[in-house]
């Protein structure tokens, strides 16, 4: 109960302190009053004599009010405000210090909160599904293929075999032109099963999803558009729900629009949302699979994406087991050849989202962590050396009765002003920070780029401000307590050399800071030495110069091979001869942005081991395209305008195709026949081998690939391929060709959409963003860790030069020369970098082995890389060192002697 | 424990508080009556006592105090501890003055 009514008295007297005031004015004024009155009536007083003894009788009004005051209880939030001021006056008085002092734990506030913005953006905030816990994004893999496309018979399967799952879904993906008042445009386009949106729980803004009846093969022409594509293209008009637009040149009505934001669980990657759904309308017979659960041999072709839902209690642990169990099973059966090293397997949605960018996150994070600690320890050496600066006033002030504990209070709330106001300008450099990396993060890294500003990246902030004010402020306030008036004003601050005790705070300080700095640096040398590393692998291809772009020849304009052929050759003809173009050509899809699938072939004089197949990645090209890329010729030639549709069919392998399958023979002229392929039509005979191309992501293993030609290809095994990529190589800067192919393609046909222009640099740079992000935000920690250490550095030896000053200035008497005082003095700042250093280095290989996964081509423990950094920072530290250690070797003994 | 006694019998202002604490103890504690205020403050906080404004005798609105449960229970306390001290110094005194 006491504690209730403390409380509500200390309340109550500050939320009402000036009714407070006036009611004990009153009170003792009405004691006054009737003192004085009893005084006239008993002792016949006159009422002046009276009133003097009355007041006589109370004693100091003003000394009981006082007291009255501080039984309120309120003199601990009373004093606060009292400090406060104080505080806020002091650090007026000194803006240098402040300004430092503020913006260093402003740096560190504000680098911690932005990384915070964006660890919450991509690891706290939920996907947006309902229950996203309960989906799991479903794969196979074999020999080659880490993570794969499903088949229908798997689909069919793993629905009706997995407990574990309520539901499985499928869907692949796309583009589609739509037109609308003669406007094309190119959108990446879902073709979605009727239970994808079920599974995910997206209730749609409006209309629906689909209809079992409009999932099938041949169904109605229905879609359902993107918020965006609706807001941009439709003007968010309700009544387009229902209404008939132009797909892909043909009409289709919209049945729904979804949720803004929404995104297919694998879209949140460098190809972007998808804008367009459709119903997938496949079936059994329609993928040449088995209705029901049954299995062909081999699972059928792969192509599909699968999700599933897990059953209320589940996990994708569980899920796992059951799918290994039941691919145990088929193998058995001899459905999967067991040297093919089948797999199928589920990945939860948010780990398959995140996953990647995880362990970069958070070791990042742990990096500004770092940042925060550095920025404190040197806010806390700077107000410990205004600590020693303030003894004497401390001393001072307990000797005129300041109570110890007040001191150190007084000197807390200092930090934490101090605090406040680094905080409030982090704020400002988070605000900065987040929207740089809005509008820098890389497509490829997901949902970096949701990073926003909101009340729980505030209140961390707040959070950083408060814990980085205790951090800083610990040591000074018990510094503060620490005083001793009498020997204090005694000696009059005055002593031959520097009390070591005091010193020794700050020193462990800075050695700390350098040991911080030093792990930071190894960590960004180790990303420094990774990215290196990945720029330095061969990817096969030169990427200087070139410019590419995605279009596509839908099937209601250009009904035939030879019709998509002609454009291309004409596109082809017209783009070689805009100025400044080197080489032009088309592909099926880019180096390092897509993966590639592979087809089944059968090489002449080549048996593959029992139950193996001779898979061969394949792409499709036009003539230009291997000069344009810039691949290197290993034997042979590259496709040119011989290689027309009614010419032989030519092939141009890879090497690692030659070393697979045509190991020691004479691999020109070699047949092939591609799996599908008519027997009665004639093989692709080899004309050229190239090397090897890093396709499917810069560490990856290089496959078997074969090249074929476009109108070739399309003849036999047969197959249109309608979207492609035109890639230029010019002999400028590419962007400066963007507007001179667009033109050409604008001239040919005005209809067509382009879309994904990039330079293949960029292709190469999203390809290896997670690495460049991390080292990045690495370097700069790892730089601004350096700095501030320096700083400390500097601080330490600047600090130990002017309180020995008077020490130097004897020795110099007994004649050292200034060679040895530089040398004294260095080796105050050495020591401590030195100490910081061992501890940085055993702390950094301890921690380093955490990143071992983000490495490439170094091993975490990289003796170059922990070398350099040992170099860097000696060197900082004594160049730390060495500004203030001159001035104590200029001493000047007359100057000390006589000052 | 003098000030809380004298609010046992009824509400009193902190005049008449002072005023029965002198005739209580025969004008003994007549040091400073404005010790009381700080006092009657901290009773207040520990929620000894109730504050409350009433007319005075001369019809001027006064800061009345009452004892509360609290209060009670704390001034019985002193009360006994108050009795165990005095005893065990009643006893030591005799003793001493036996024993001289």
Not at chain 1, 67 to 91: P, Y
Not at chain 1, 250 to 261: E, L, T
Not at chain 1, 798 to 816: N, Y
Request: net charge positive; charged share 20%.
């Amino acid at each position: 109960m006491a504690w209730y009514h403390g409380i509500t008295t200390a309340f109550n007297a500050l939320a009402r302190r000036g009714r407070e005031e006036r009611q004990m004015d009153d009170e003792m004024q009405f004691h006054l009053e009737m003192e004085a009155r009893r005084l006239v009536k008993e002792n016949g007083l006159s009422e002046e004599d009276a009133r003097y003894a009355a007041q006589r009788a109370f004693g100091g009004v003003e000394r009981h009010k006082d007291s009255v005051r501080d039984e309120r209880g309120t003199s601990f939030v009373e004093d606060l405000g009292q400090d406060a001021r104080f505080a806020v006056r002091t650090l007026r008085r000194r803006p240098g210090f402040t300004a430092v002092a503020a913006l260093t734990l402003a740096l560190g506030i504000g680098a911690s909160t932005t990384l915070f913005g964006v660890v919450k953006a991509v690891l706290l905030t939920p996907l947006p599904y309902d229950r996203p816990e309960g989906i799991a994004v479903l794969w196979s893999s074999w020999k080659g293929f880490d993570q794969t496309w499903l088949s229908y018979d798997e689909y069919e399967g793993w629905k009706a075999d997995i407990p574990a799952f309520t539901n499985v879904g499928i869907y692949s993906d796309g583009a589609v032109n739509l037109t609308e008042n003669g406007e094309s445009e190119r959108l990446r386009a879902g073709y979605i099963d009727r239970d994808i949106l079920p599974i995910l729980g997206v209730k749609l803004s409006l209309g629906r999803g689909f209809t079992a009846a409009e999932d099938i093969p041949n169904g109605p022409r229905v879609v359902i558009l993107s918020r965006d594509v609706w807001a941009r293209r439709y003007g968010a008009d309700p009544s387009v729900v229902g209404k008939s637009i132009q797909v892909n040149g043909q009409a289709a009505q919209v049945v729904g629009v979804m949720p803004a934001g929404f995104r297919l669980p694998l879209d949140f990657g460098a190809n972007g949302p998808t804008l367009i759904w459709l119903p997938l309308g496949a079936d059994a017979e329609s993928n040449g699979a088995i209705p029901g659960p049954q299995f062909q041999k081999g699972g059928g072709s792969h192509g599909f994406y699968g999700l599933a839902r897990l059953r209320a209690g589940a996990t994708v642990a569980q899920a796992n087991k059951q799918l290994a169990d039941r691919v145990a099973q088929l193998k058995k059966e001899g459905v999967y050849p067991e040297e093919q090293q089948f797999r199928a397997f589920a990945v939860g949605v948010e780990d398959q989202v995140t996953g990647r960018l995880k362990p970069v996150l958070l070791v990042v994070f742990a990096a500004v962590g770092f940042v925060l600690l550095i920025a404190c320890a040197n806010v806390a050496g700077l107000l410990l050396v205004r600590g020693e600066q303030r003894r004497r006033e401390m001393a001072l002030r307990v000797a005129l009765g300041a109570g110890g504990q007040r001191l150190s209070r007084q000197m807390l709330t200092e930090t934490v002003v101090l605090a406040g106001l680094g905080g409030a300008l982090g704020v400002a450099f988070a605000a900065i920070g987040v929207w740089l990396v809005r509008h820098n993060a890389p497509a490829a890294l997901p949902r970096v780029a949701d990073a926003h500003l909101d009340p729980w990246v505030l209140g961390f902030a707040l959070g950083t401000a408060a814990l980085a004010a205790l951090i800083a402020g610990l040591l000074p306030a018990l510094q503060a307590t620490s005083v001793a008036p009498q020997t204090e004003l005694r000696d009059g601050g005055r002593t031959a050399t520097a009390g070591h005790a005091r010193l020794r705070w700050r020193q462990t300080l800075v050695a700390a800071e350098v040991a911080l700095a030093v792990v930071l640096v190894v960590g960004a040398g180790l990303m420094i030495r990774s990215v290196v590393n990945l720029f330095a692998i061969d990817a096969g291809i030169r990427t200087d110069g070139v410019l590419t772009m995605r279009l596509s020849t839908p099937a209601a304009w250009y009904p035939d091979s030879v019709r998509v052929t002609a454009f291309h050759d004409e596109l082809r003809r017209q783009v070689a001869a805009l100025p400044g173009v080197k080489a032009v050509g088309l592909v099926r899809i880019l180096p390092l942005a897509t993966e590639m699938g592979d087809w089944g072939l059968q090489v002449e004089g080549y048996t593959p081991p029992p139950n193996q197949g001779t898979p061969g990645d394949w792409q499709i090209v036009t003539p230009g395209y291997f000069e344009a890329m810039g691949l290197r010729l290993v034997q042979g030639r590259f496709f040119d305008d011989r290689d027309v549709m009614t010419a032989p069919p030519a092939m141009i392998v890879n090497r690692r195709f030659v070393e697979l399958y045509l190991q020691g023979r004479q691999a020109l002229g070699a047949h092939v026949r591609i799996g599908g392929q008519d027997a009665k039509d004639p093989p692709y005979t080899i004309v050229g081998i190239v090397d090897n191309v890093k396709h499917n992501g810069l560490t990856r293993e290089v496959k078997a690939q074969f090249y074929a030609p476009q109108p070739q290809f399309a003849t036999s095994p047969g197959n249109t391929s309608r979207n492609m990529t035109l890639v230029v190589r010019g002999s400028g800067k590419p962007e400066q060709l963007i507007n001179p192919v667009r033109g050409v393609i604008k001239g040919l046909d005005p209809r067509l959409p382009i879309s994904d222009v990039r330079t293949m640099n960029e292709v190469v740079q999203q390809a290896i963003a997670a690495p460049r992000f991390a080292m990045q935000l690495l370097g700069l920690f790892g730089v601004l860790a350096l700095v501030l250490s320096a700083i400390g550095i500097f601080g330490i030896v600047s600090q130990v030069v002017a309180s020995r000053t008077q020490e130097f200035g004897i020795r110099a008497a007994l004649g050292a020369t200034p060679r040895n005082l530089l040398m004294l003095s260095l080796g105050s700042g050495v020591r401590q970098a030195g100490a910081g250093l061992v501890v940085g280095v055993a702390v950094a290989l301890a921690l380093t082995r955490t990143m071992t996964t983000m490495l490439q081509g170094v091993t975490p423990t990289d003796p170059l890389t922990f070398g350099a950094v040992v170099g860097v920072t000696a060197v900082v530290a004594i160049g730390a060192s060495l500004i203030p250690a001159r001035r104590a070797a200029k001493t000047d003994l007359a100057k000390v002697m006589t000052g | 424990m003098l000030t809380l006694k004298a609010l046992t019998l009824q509400p009193m202002h902190g005049w008449g508080i002072s005023i029965r604490l002198r005739q209580i103890s025969g004008d003994v504690f007549d040091v400073n009556q404005g010790s009381l205020y700080p006092a009657l403050q901290r009773m207040l906080r520990r929620g000894w006592i109730r504050a409350y404004y009433g007319d005075s005798e001369n019809n001027r609105r006064a800061r009345y105090y009452e004892i509360t449960r609290d209060g009670r229970r704390q001034l019985e306390e002193q009360m006994a501890e108050w009795d165990h001290a005095s005893r065990a110094v009643n006893r030591v005194l005799r003793f001493a003055t036996q024993g001289a």
